[in-house]
């Protein structure tokens, strides 16, 4: 069953450029190395371009442990929690109900 998750977190304003280049790394690492991972997207906010919110579907609960235990991934968290002025914290998810060509596409795999 597929394991969903959003991490909402604010970065340093003077820390924008940093944050930005280790998500672009992360997500680099995350498609080249985690075929379990359906979907890591990463979005800013139009209004407050400090904010982010990061929303992640896993093919399962092994995909997700997989990913969370990747070395990249430690060291991205390490990183994050220097650039942020609070803690991230993620928040787990149930799927209720959707639509639409991408889950579509998700649901063929």
Do not use: W
């Amino acid at each position: 069953m597929k394991e969903y998750v959003i991490i909402p977190f604010q970065v340093k304003e003077d820390r924008l450029d940093e944050a930005k280049q280790a998500i672009n790394e992360l997500i680099s690492k995350v498609r080249e190395k985690e075929p379990g991972t359906l979907l890591y997207q990463s979005l800013q906010l139009k209004k407050d371009p400090t904010s982010f919110i990061h929303f992640i579907i896993f093919a399962d609960h092994n995909a997700h442990i997989e990913h969370r235990s990747a070395i990249y991934v430690i060291d991205f968290v390490r990183k994050l929690y220097d650039l942020c002025p609070n803690e991230p914290f993620p928040l787990f998810l149930d799927n209720f109900d959707s639509c639409g060509i991408a889950v579509e596409a998700m649901e063929r795999k």
